[in-house]
């Protein structure tokens, strides 16, 4: 299942490049460096014609960001404290998506070369993301956001005007039975 959710997501990352051709014509495809993420942007990759052999990033593995819903929205799973441990594991997880962001979005602004870029990675970064995307704090608010495997969320990066989310876990290049998701342990 997860190789058709791959495979189709190639072939319509493809259309939406030649629907909204750039005038840099490089497409590259960076990924977590965790197995699941190195398998999908290679058969992304594979049924996305022209674009560069996948790059891996640390950077893009999967981790906790911190409290998923304020403190009165919280499912019964989730009131369990923290060790001291868990703690500063998520405060490092936080620290590097932070750098994610700085990286594939912050500090990209400035090429504004037209490029197109693929990230291949996990849940909770891209929960991460977006909400640095739409410059809200994670803290609190990134569990609301439903991501569905192999879902598409375009987000436009120019140096004029801030970023914009221009799509968020987009699924329709595939076929119901192939929308699936984690959500039971965000």
């Known amino acids: 299942m997860g190789r058709q959710q791959a495979e189709l997501t190639g072939h319509y990352l493809e259309e939406v490049y030649h629907r909204c051709p750039s ?16 398998e999908t942007a290679s058969l992304i990759h ?17 981790g906790w960001p911190g409290t998923p819903f304020a403190p009165d929205q919280t499912p019964p799973q989730f009131l369990k404290p923290r060790t001291e441990e868990e703690s500063e594991l998520d405060r490092q997880d936080q620290a590097r998506m932070e750098l994610a962001f700085t990286k594939f979005f912050a500090e990209t602004v400035d090429d504004d070369d037209g490029s197109f870029r693929v990230i291949v990675c996990h849940a909770n970064l ?12 994670p803290t609190n608010v990134w569990g609301h956001f439903e991501i569905n495997h192999c879902g598409v ?3 436009d990066i120019c140096h004029s005007r801030p970023l914009k989310v221009m799509t968020m876990n987009e699924t329709g290049h595939l076929p119901h039975s192939l929308v699936t998701s984690s959500e039971d342990h965000l």
């Open 23 to 38: 005038r840099n014509q490089q497409v590259t495809i960076y990924h977590s460096d965790l197995s699941r993420a190195v």
């Open 46 to 62: 594979e049924n996305f014609s022209g674009s560069s052999a996948p790059i891996p990033s640390s950077l893009l593995r999967e």
């Open 126 to 137: 891209i929960r991460f993301l977006l909400c640095r995307a739409l410059q809200i704090p």
């Open 153 to 155: 969320t375009r987000i």
